[in-house]
Structure formats: C-alpha cells, structure tokens
C-alpha cells in the first residue's frame, strides 16, 4: 500500500456567514495540496466545550436531566457547557458543575479530552473528574435552561448508555475516558471507588 | 431535593437560514413549557452518520489519514461518512469503508449508537463492526478526500486514543461501544479476538 503523505488544504478565502450565539458559521474555500482544485467547505468555530463526571462523598454520580433543543427532546447527561473566554477549563467544570447542580467539588481532575467533530467543529470537549462533591454552592440557570438533578450509583454510569438512557456522544466519550483511566489504575480511583 | 418533570419546550416559528452542503442551519423560536418565556435556539439539521470499525482477517483495525477542515490538521480516524436518504445505516458503513479504503466485510454488526450533540443537532451517529475484511472493493473518494489507509493491531486501538492520536469525539464513542461489547462478551469478541 502506498503512503503518500497527506497534508492540510491552504485556504484561499474565508467569509464568516453569521454568529449564532453557540457558534460561529463561515465558509471557507481551500485549494488542495496539489494544486489541482479548490473546494468550499462550511465550518463552525465554536469556543471549548467542557462535562464533569462528578461524584459525590457518598459515591454518587450526579447526572442532569434536561429539555435538548437539537433532537427536542429530555435527555440524561453529565453537568457541562462552554468555556468562556479567557476561562481555564478545570475553572469552566467547577462554574458549570455548580450553577448547573448547586453542587462543588473537592477537587478536580483533568480525565482527557477530544475534539468534538474534526470535520467541520474546531473545538475541543474537556472531560473533569469532580470528586468530593457537596451541595453547597448556588444554582444559576441561563434562561433557556431547567434542569433536574438526579444522583445515580456511579456503578449505574455504564448501565445507563447500554440501556440507551444516556446517548450524547459527549457524554459517552467521557465514560471512555474514566474506563480507560480506571483500567491503567490512575491514581483518582482510589478516591472514588474508596479507599478500603 | 424537589423532581419537577423536565418537560420540551413546543416551537412557536422556525425559520431555515440556509443549506450548507452537510448541514442545514436552522433558528427556531421555542415557548417554556410553564408559558413564562421564549426563547431562540439555533440547530443543524444533518443526516445520520455512520462509522465502521473495521478489522481485517488478520486481526487489523482499518484507520483513515486524512485532512479534516474543521480543525485544519490531519486526523486519524475510522472510516465513516453520512448516510445517504433512504439508505440503511449498516449498508451506508460498508458503502463508506469500501469507498474510503478499498476493504469489504465479511460481516457487519451493530455496535451502537450516540446523539452526535443533542444540545443542536439533530442526528445519530451509528457505529458497525465490521469483521473479516479484504481489500477487494473498490476506492472512491469524494471530491473534498484524501485518505491513506493504516492498518494496527486491533490492540493498539486504546494507545492510540490514550496517545493523543485518535481525537474524534465519535471515534472515541466508537472504542467505548466495543470496550462495553467486550466487557459483556458480546457474541462478536470471538470474532475479532480468533477462536481459540
């Protein structure tokens, strides 16, 4: 098999098309590498999302329930949302964790992170680990937002996507990285699977 | 802790602001469910997507080089694309894993899927196992492609993820999918592991 080497399409033009508050819309033409033809491609910059896998002192995973415009629908995550500018995304965890929950962490732990749809997104999503979490911080909705908190065993996390109850892809891949984490034995499972 | 049942909020207006090529974009003005306020909520539109874990006769996991807009790098990822109207999702995974790569299935199985973000698009994004995969079909790239084909131990799928070298939210979605298959001994591991 041969391995040419693959690289980036310069960009000729770039025309931003509209700022949709979650987004930003352009439309950028770009030549390929060889020089053999140019191609349009849609885009959005969006600023870094972030999720909390965040546990309680009893060992309790605290999930969301909330109403999701994109499929128009109730569905079950983990706490989240944008990182603001000029924010740290650990920082980003803790606001969205508490105003979202009223609950605040003990600390927190960096899990990993992924980029969100290389395609046409240029954004990553953080994955928190929020450990020690007591429910003694202040819920702050936005406006469009109402949002349930449910605590589930975190032994449940798994069980949920199997069964279908949780489905963002988000939230699925921080559930990869807490597995991958807790099958390379990082140093956090101790702390939420306890000490003993 | 109070359970309020977290109910969607019913469109008052949608507006289509225009077609972009893999996505529509869409304003949508929609009414809280207790009447007390309105809001205007962006999405996308988008068909299904579909990717493929593809594992030759040898025990390879099939991956794809390729440019990616997006974030303007290069990505290594699985193959995959959008399924087209009125096509099945599995049929869509061979059709893109044989386009992109030249290899065919023996067999294709459902692994799961994922909302792709449900907070503004509408979509799922369905991933297949693909086993007992040759490379007797036939490439055909999109205008907009480049692809160079890299086969690894199926072993190495985690490293890579680990490693910083796989970053597509789906595609660590997609190791997640076959990481809970194989925890439950799904009827496939058998399959992609050898008989013995």
């Not at 003694?136 to 349930?148: A, H, R, T, V």
Request: hydrophobic letters at 35%; charged letters at 30%.
């Amino acid at each position: 098999m041969s391995h040419d080497k693959i690289l980036p399409w310069p960009a000729i033009s770039r025309e931003e098309l509209g700022n949709h508050k979650i987004f930003t819309l352009s439309r950028t033409v770009r030549r390929s590498p060889k020089g053999d033809r140019e191609h349009a491609f849609f885009g959005l910059e969006a600023p870094d999302w972030v999720n909390v896998l965040a546990v309680t002192e009893e060992k309790q995973l605290i999930l969301i329930e909330q109403y999701r415009h994109g499929t128009d629908c109730v569905t079950l995550e983990i706490p989240g949302g944008a990182v603001d500018r000029d924010e740290d995304p650990a920082e980003a965890g803790g606001r969205e964790l508490e105003e979202e929950t009223g609950y605040r962490p003990r600390q927190l732990e960096l899990l990993g992170w992924v980029e969100t749809n290389p395609a046409f997104l240029n954004n990553r999503c953080w994955t928190y680990l929020a450990t020690g979490c007591s429910p003694d911080g202040k819920i702050n909705f936005d406006p469009s937002e109402e949002i349930e908190v449910q605590l589930v065993d975190l032994s449940r996390f798994t069980e949920l996507i199997q069964e279908g109850k949780i489905r963002h892809s988000l939230v699925v891949a921080a559930h990869d990285h807490l597995q991958r984490g807790i099958s390379r034995g990082a140093p956090w499972v101790a702390e939420i699977f306890g000490r003993e």
